[in-house]
């Protein structure tokens, strides 16, 4: 083989391996990127029915509901437009509490329910995820 083939070779190789690498990187990308939506785009259907995303708002006054034997509970997300309840299993953080902001991770169940993996909340009083302000300055418009 010439030695310019083998050059030619070696760079349809190289480009090959990186043209590759560059789809597994955008595919694992791609499967792992959660969007977020407000309580008004989920009630708009606008949210994802099969994949996991983001839900942001303020918890509603009155709406926490503790089951009285394990860690689920219920409460509802709201946007002061729309509302979508959730429910979450798990250990909640310390600074959850009703009234205040809070980031919920998961999915939409067939009933409308939003089936929570991880529940975020704010760190201090004046911190609101960029999202979750957005959608509450959004869903205050006319």
Do not use: C, W
């Not at 349809?12 to 694992?28: F, H, K, P, R």
């Amino acid at each position: 083989m010439k030695p310019r083939t083998k050059r030619l070779l070696a760079v349809l190789v190289g480009l090959g391996a990186l043209g590759s690498a560059s789809a597994l990187v955008l595919n694992a990308f791609s499967s792992n990127l959660v969007f977020f939506f407000s309580p008004s785009q989920v009630a708009a259907r606008e949210a994802p029915q099969a994949r996991s995303f983001r839900i942001g708002g303020l918890v509603e006054v009155g709406s926490v509901q503790r089951e009285a034997q394990g860690l689920t509970l219920q409460f509802v997300v709201t946007d002061n437009a729309h509302s979508v309840p959730v429910r979450y299993t798990g250990l909640l953080p310390d600074l959850f509490q009703e009234g205040k902001g809070v980031v919920a991770q998961g999915r939409l169940g067939a009933d409308g329910t939003f089936v929570a993996d991880q529940v975020l909340a704010k760190h201090d009083e004046n911190y609101m995820a960029p999202e979750a302000a957005a959608a509450l300055a959004a869903a205050r418009k006319p």
